[in-house]
């Protein structure tokens, strides 16, 4: 695999993917309400939003893919997650982000995975499968 593909856009997106997965679980872990739920909470959705708004410029063959249904429906799901927290409706607001790391983190990354895309070759590859 051409390590050019690992383009500036390629790295930010996936950059933000990982970390918003760490940062993610660090919210969920965290007592509710807490600073540090809040900052973390925070945090992870600047790096979701970063993920979705980066993969309109990561193309298959110059055209989007599924995938990026989900880049469209994340910022809209954030948006109504941090309205729900901010309006007192803590039950909507944890399913809405609950929903968005599975969804949106978990989804994503196993579509990521398959052998045609970029991080898939590379651990198919390595495993000796492909």
Do not use: C, D, E, Q
């Not at 309400?33 to 298959?60: E, K, N, P």
């Not at 927290?85 to 039950?91: F, I, L, P, S, W």
């Amino acid at each position: 695999m051409n390590p050019t593909l690992f383009t500036p856009v390629i790295v930010a997106h996936m950059s933000a993917a990982f970390l918003a997965i760490g940062v993610g679980a660090l919210a969920f872990a965290a007592r509710k309400g807490s600073a540090v739920h809040r900052a973390a909470g925070r945090g992870w959705v600047l790096l979701m939003l970063v993920t979705a708004v980066s993969s309109f410029w990561i193309r298959t063959t110059g055209h989007f893919s599924a995938i990026h249904i989900l880049s469209v429906a994340v910022p809209v799901l954030l948006g109504l997650g941090v309205y729900y927290a901010a309006t007192g409706r803590v039950r909507r607001h944890r399913r809405m982000m609950v929903a968005i790391y599975a969804g949106g983190l978990g989804v994503a990354g196993l579509f990521t995975l398959l052998p045609g895309r970029l991080l898939g070759h590379l651990l198919w590859t390595s495993l000796g499968l492909i």
